[in-house]
Structure formats: structure tokens, C-alpha cells
């Protein structure tokens, strides 16, 4: 009696070899801004920034970020490997690549709307920076009003984040199919 293998869908070899590929490229840039990051620059080269005075208008969390960059960077790390790796699983249709690439697009969408959260205190930030240095200017000098950039900044960066979030949920939902999850569950169990 033949058993007839399980259809793969076009859709999940296409989600994997992209996010594959995207992946792989962020894994490749990740790991040399850490061997730069940690091997170029001395234990302490970013402290004198952590700790003297930041600009006016600055978030709090700007001092800790600059105080913890090297874990930064490390940190940064982890998703894009942690993506690299479900689409790896993905592409082999193994049952934890597409709950680890399911995890992984939902942090994404969290951790973008977060950033927009961070951006717009960095935003707030820079108008009173620009304020401050408006009201401190010489008569005649002539004072930037990033005004109409920053909101136009602004409104960039959320419909790029809901954009990307958008396509993510539809992913999302497309890996969550009763198809899908059927062709992920009747794959092989291959180590």
C-alpha cells in the first residue's frame, strides 16, 4: 500500500526561503557589528557617553542604552537567529519551525509598536531640544523647526509599522490553516 507524501504548499516554501534569506543576511550583519562592536572598541568606551550629561529633552532610556551597548548589540542577535532557525524549520515543515516562526512574528509586531512608542518620546524629545536651542540662539541665527519633518517622520513610521504588522498577521493566519497545520503534522519526523 503506497502512502502518498503530504502536499507542500507553494505558500509556506515561499515564506521560508525569503524569511531564509532575509534572515541569513541579518544573521551575517548581526554577527559582524558584534565582532566590531566588542572586539574594536575597549570594555568602558561608551561610559563617558552614559554618563555625561545628554542633550536637553533627551529620554531617560537613552543613558542606559548608551551604558549597555555591547549587550545591545548582543541582544539584537538572538531574534534574527531565532528567525533564522524557524525558517529553516519551516522549510523542512518540522511542527516547532512553524510555532517558532509563528512566536517570532508575533514579537516582531509587539516589538515594532513598542519602538513606535520609543520613537515618539524620542521625537517629543528632539522638538524641545530644537525649542530650547531656538530660544537660546543669537538674534539672526538662524534655528532649524523639524517641526513638519518629525511628523511627517511620525506618520511614516506607523503606517510602516502597521504595514509590515499587517502582512505578519496575514502570515500568521495562513500558518495557523487547518491545511497548513495538516501538512506540518502529516511531515515526517526526521531528526
Not at 516554501?13 to 548581526?30: E, Q
Not at 537660546?136 to 503606517?159: K, S, T
Request: charged share 10%; no cysteine.
Amino acid at each position: 500500500m503506497n502512502i502518498a507524501a503530504p502536499t507542500r504548499s507553494t505558500f509556506v516554501t515561499v515564506v521560508a526561503w525569503i524569511f531564509l534569506m532575509l534572515s541569513g543576511f541579518g544573521l551575517v550583519i548581526s554577527l559582524l557589528q558584534n565582532l566590531m562592536i566588542h572586539l574594536l572598541f575597549p570594555p568602558g568606551a561608551f561610559d563617558a557617553l552614559a554618563q555625561g550629561p545628554l542633550p536637553p529633552g533627551m529620554p531617560a532610556g537613552v543613558g542606559w542604552i548608551l551604558a549597555n551597548m555591547k549587550w545591545m548589540f548582543a541582544l539584537f542577535l538572538l531574534p534574527t537567529a531565532a528567525i533564522f532557525a524557524a525558517s529553516i524549520g519551516l522549510l523542512k515543515r518540522r511542527e516547532w519551525g512553524r510555532k517558532l516562526f509563528i512566536a517570532m512574528m508575533v514579537f516582531s509586531i509587539v516589538a515594532s509598536l513598542a519602538s513606535l512608542v520609543f520613537q515618539g518620546f524620542m521625537m517629543v524629545g528632539m522638538n524641545e531640544h530644537f525649542a530650547q536651542l531656538a530660544q537660546h540662539a543669537q538674534d539672526g541665527q538662524a534655528v532649524p523647526d523639524p517641526g513638519l519633518f518629525l511628523v511627517g517622520m511620525g506618520v511614516f513610521m506607523l503606517l510602516y509599522a502597521l504595514g509590515i504588522g499587517a502582512v505578519q498577521v496575514w502570515i500568521i493566519k495562513r500558518l495557523v490553516s487547518p491545511a497548513i497545520v495538516a501538512e506540518f503534522r502529516a511531515a515526517p519526523a526526521q531528526p
